[in-house]
């Protein structure tokens, strides 16, 4: 008697389990129109950061470089003149902008690297551009 009284709860649960209602179930969280183009812009703009990367290491030719980087730069083009025209079909709610700082603007002398060249606001033990060493090339 107790093996079928077990039985029958197990059946219960199953089939309670597996005869969900549609109705029963939550609403699906509503997709954005421009959600995937957005995920596109993010692939790009890492892909036009990899590229620039992988010239200043050396591994690509210039002409290389300059090819690949319009080549992204025209799919960027693209993706953003679909999120535009996406955006104007569908009003996007009014949210204010947010405040960005002023950039300081530089107070007098640059740091120079004695390597590449590349000037900077404040003196740095790396360059930002070729990351060589700045010792003795601080100006």
Known sequence: ???VVAALLVTGAILFTLLVR??????????SPVEHLEERK?????GLRD???EFRVGKLSEEDYQRTK?????????VQAEIEAVLKKAPAPKVAPPLVPAKP???GDLFH??????AFERPMK???ECGQPMRGGEA
């Open 113 to 118: 690297c004695p390597h590449c060249g590349a």
């Open 70 to 78: 319009a080549d992204l730069q025209a799919e960027l083009a693209r």
């Open 51 to 53: 590229l620039t990367f």
């Open 42 to 46: 993010a692939r790009i703009y890492d």
């Open 126 to 128: 790396f360059c930002g």
């Open 105 to 107: 603007e530089p107070a």
């Open 22 to 31: 549609q109705k029963d179930l939550p609403a699906p969280e509503p997709v």
């Open 1 to 3: 008697m107790l093996l």
